[in-house]
């Protein structure tokens, strides 16, 4: 599985917008960017997902770069319960379920 | 629905004792997965089942650790005998194999189980 390169930590203010950014230079073209997050004591959670097109969903945004060699996780507004550590993972979509999860972004949101 | 359970939640034991966790996945998920997050990292799939048959295994210290799924639901995970360095949280996932038939194997996590070994 391509490998994915996420800053070690950001910082935001409340109620501010968040970008998160992944790097994929070595991303196939039939990898899914997935997108999870896990907070304090939990297990990882699901935020959202994506293969070419900008996706939207309840929680956050994907942007996905045309070239598809990085991607963005926005948080429209930030909240103190969104501080997590949030991992960007490639999966083919053809060889199993595997989650190769690198060290991710820790996200601290400043009240 | 209910989420994934996992128990204990917490787990003390020395060096060379035996210890088991148990999982129960979300009904009529057949995929089970495994995973150890050890602190400051990402978690690292251990072992993954699909129904009651191992599809992937390729990570799991077979020396000491076990895992099986009787039955295609429940799922445990024994370690035997533990090492100082298997000190982590154990991660119990399951998923569909598709959902809304998009192939996105969203996988569901439980609020795993954190083992100290001294």
Redesign the interface.
Known sequence: DAKTTQPNSMESNEEEPVHLPCNHSTISGTD?IHW?RQLP??????VI?GLTSNVNNRMASLAIAEDRKSSTLILHRATLRDAA?Y?CIL?A?YT?????????TSLTVIP | EAG?AQSPRYKIIEKRQSVAFWCNPISGHA?L?WYQQIL??????LI?FQNNGV??DSQLPKDRFSAERLKGVDSTLKIQPAKLEDSAVY?C?S?H?RESGL??????????TRLTVL
Do not use: M
Not at chain 1, 96 to 104: C, E, K
Not at chain 2, 40 to 45: M, S, V, Y
Not at chain 2, 103 to 112: E, W
């Open positions: 899914y999870y004591s939990q297990g990882p959670e699901y997902h550590v991992y999966r979509p199993g379920n595997q989650f190769y999860f690198g060290t991710g | 994934v995929t997965y400051g990292q990402g978690p690292k799939l993954q599809v992937d991660l996932a998923s194999k192939r996105t194997d969203t996988q569901y996590f439980g609020p795993g």
